[in-house]
């Protein structure tokens, strides 16, 4: 891929433990990609598959799940948040998604160096990626609807 191609990543950062250590990157004046986003989120495990799907669509081209791991204050979170990138990795790589673009990882309070290690690695593997195949992410996030009414006993949608 091209050297000027700069991939759009963002980074959902739990606010109790992987957001201060993201935080804690720029107080000690380190730096990271400017193509990184951190979002400050209370758990990702709020956010269900399709939100990862819809983000690939809308073109993000990676996602970093920083969590507190199984350090997490609230009992069994952890657990299910990574059923559930499993569940998203599995839907990915049957539909042609390069499951590179999306990665669990726990980072500390004080992890800088993890933190850093983290989004440098995502950054180069998605400049050799390339950009995600849109079109594929859409038809992923749509069937992904469909399976969702499903569940909750409703019909799918007519176009």
């Not at 980074?11 to 250590?21: E, N, Q």
């Not at 993201?22 to 709020?46: C, F, M, Q, T």
């Not at 069994?76 to 839907?91: C, E, H, N, P, T």
């Amino acid at each position: 891929m091209a050297s000027d191609y700069k991939p759009v990543i963002i980074v959902l950062a739990t606010s109790a433990c992987a957001y201060p250590g993201a935080d804690a990157v720029g107080k000690a004046h380190l730096e990271y990609p400017a193509n990184i986003s951190v979002l400050r989120v209370p758990s990702p495990v709020v956010f269900p598959e399709d939100f990862y799907l819809r983000a690939f669509a809308r073109g993000v081209d990676g996602i970093i799940v920083a969590s507190c791991g199984t350090d997490c204050p609230y009992e069994g979170v952890y657990q299910k948040l990574s059923r559930r990138i499993d569940r998203l990795v599995k839907r990915m790589k049957n539909g042609g998604l390069e499951i590179e673009r999306v990665r669990l990882t726990a980072i500390c309070t004080v992890c800088i160096k993890a933190f850093l290690k983290e989004v440098n690695q995502m950054n180069d593997k998605l400049r050799l990626l390339g950009p995600v195949n849109r079109e594929r992410a859409e038809a992923l996030w749509r069937e992904s609807l469909v399976d969702l009414r499903s569940s909750v006993g409703l019909s799918a949608p007519t176009v």
